[in-house]
């Protein structure tokens, strides 16, 4: 069963690139690696997603090196409203979804 | 904006009551999801389903039960409320295969009294 491990909270100045990195040791061949963002009360909200090198889009880069057995999503310049739950997936054709504990990221000013 | 929608937001109630959380998407999406999410918690998964007349159970043990007789609506209905079952519930769908980002609706909060 493939599960994700990441730090459990982050702190961050304003303005500073911020990258949490998931590690997936038993990642497989058709797994996609999936970034997902959650505020309080609310649904998670997808960020992005790979599956081998750099991913770019406008809020988010996701690096993944060759054996990709981890991620890191790095989010340039964070802000306040930055301050949420991000968790790392692996998106397979398979069924069961685990979003694990994810990273608490608290983005001071 | 994801098109899955979520009825009620907000559920306050007594113990034993029957309730159903509503949950419908208008994205033909086969693949539906229930999770379970305590504040400050991670996210369980409760059901899934893959296409209708399918439903599967999670990895958390739920006394809920789901049902999936059209595409767009999956369902959660608890028989009799307790408090332990005082929590979020999000639904989510996403399209079958291996990189279908996964929508979410805004979420169920259930209060059991």
């Known amino acids: 069963l493939a599960k994700t491990t990441q730090p459990i909270s982050m702190d961050s100045y304003e303005g500073q690139e911020v990258n949490i990195t998931c590690s997936h040791n038993?990642?497989?061949?058709?797994?996609?690696i999936t970034w997902y963002q959650q505020f309080p009360s609310q649904g998670p909200r997808f960020i992005i997603q790979?599956?081998?090198t750099k991913v770019t889009n406008e809020v988010a880069s996701l690096f993944i090196p060759a054996d990709r057995k981890s991620s890191t999503l790095s989010l340039p310049r964070v802000s306040l409203s930055d301050t949420a739950v991000y968790y790392c997936l692996l998106l397979t054709g398979a069924n069961n979804l685990f979003f694990g504990t994810g990273t608490r990221l608290t983005v001071i000013p | 904006e994801a098109d899955i929608y979520q009825t009620p937001r907000y559920l306050v109630i007594g113990t034993g009551k029957k309730i159903t959380l509503e949950c419908s998407q208008t994205m033909g999406h086969d693949k539906m999801y229930w999770y379970q999410q305590d504040p400050g918690m991670e996210l369980h998964l409760i059901h899934y389903?893959?296409?209708?007349?399918?439903?599967e159970k999670g990895d958390l043990s739920s006394e809920s039960t789901v049902s999936r007789i059209r595409t767009e609506h999956f369902p959660l209905t608890l028989e009799s409320a307790r408090p332990s079952h005082t929590s979020q519930y999000l639904c989510?769908?996403?399209?079958?295969?291996?990189?279908?980002?996964?929508?979410f609706g805004e979420g169920s909060r259930l209060t059991v009294l």
């Open positions: 790979g599956y081998k």
């Open positions: 389903s893959y296409g209708v007349n399918s439903t």
């Open positions: 038993n990642i497989a061949t058709n797994d996609y």
């Open positions: 989510a769908s996403r399209l079958a295969g291996a990189a279908g980002e996964l929508f």
